[in-house]
């Protein structure tokens, strides 16, 4: 689903399956788990538009140990979007050097471009739609940029969020998938906390979970905050009581 437009008749019913207590229930154990057992990283310290952007523009394709490094060099040669316009491509890359994905880096100085050309001092838009108007911003990183540094009520939904949300509300549907992926856009919006506040801690824990304990290679659901309203959880319970194990 876009998070621009209203919900197609399926996305209302996928959603409506799904009972208000037990999305506020999902939401308070994952809040208070990351609470307790986030990770320290850079880009969580600030509310810059700026830093936080540079960071979700790195951790596209990209493990989050590997990026530490690169983004506090890269935010020390370009500490704003201002010095990244007024660089030469060349300079830009060669901060960008070993990172990889190198349309990042040139989408990154073309978004800088337009940004200042538009206006003085350059600020990003708070909005997820404006920020998807520009240069190499998707819907995701749109929805991580509104909520990390403006804390606006935004869905985003990357595939650890994608594989979470799947196995907790909905282990039936194909991963990967187009349908899936647009029902599961929908049900992150209607999971969203009422604050901004409470909408940046939902998002990093959605994050934080799908990278640290429902991950790709191994469901941990013996130490996961959110087991007890986790569908896959339930199906694996019983199926090991049947003598039957997995996870999808
Ligand atoms: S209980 Fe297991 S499958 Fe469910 S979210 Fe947690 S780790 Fe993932």
């Not at 998070?3 to 208000?20: G, L, M, T």
């Not at 030469?88 to 960008?96: C, D, F, M, N, S």
């Not at 191994?218 to 309203?229: F, I, L, N, S, Y």
């Amino acid at each position: 689903m876009s998070p621009a437009r209203a919900p197609r008749p399926d996305e209302r019913r996928f959603v409506a399956r799904v009972a208000p207590e037990r999305r506020r229930d999902f939401s308070r154990r994952l809040r208070r788990w990351f609470d307790r057992a986030s990770r320290d990283l850079p880009w969580r310290r600030t509310r810059d538009p700026y830093r936080i952007l540079v960071s979700e523009l790195m951790l596209q394709q990209t493990q989050v140990d590997r990026v530490v490094g690169f983004y506090e060099r890269f935010l020390d040669r370009f500490p704003s979007l201002e010095h990244v316009a007024a660089a030469p491509p060349t300079r830009v890359l060669e901060a960008w050097d070993g990172l990889g994905y190198y349309a990042r880096a040139r989408n990154l100085r073309a978004l800088a471009v337009q940004v200042v050309a538009e206006g003085s001092p350059a600020r990003l838009p708070e909005e997820p739609e404006a920020l998807r108007a520009l240069p190499g911003v998707g819907p995701y990183t749109a929805g991580a940029v509104a909520s990390f540094a403006f804390e606006r009520r935004a869905p985003l939904v990357d595939t650890n969020v994608e594989r979470v949300l799947r196995r907790v509300f909905a282990p039936r549907l194909v991963p990967k998938a187009p349908r899936t992926h647009r029902l599961l856009w929908a049900l992150a919006e209607a999971l969203l906390p009422r604050t901004g506040r409470a909408t940046w801690t939902h998002n990093q824990a959605l994050m934080e979970l799908g990278a640290l304990v429902c991950t790709a290679r191994v469901a941990h659901c013996e130490r996961c905050p959110v087991r007890a309203c986790c569908d896959t959880a339930r199906a694996q319970g019983k199926r090991s009581r049947a003598g039957v194990a997995g996870a999808g």
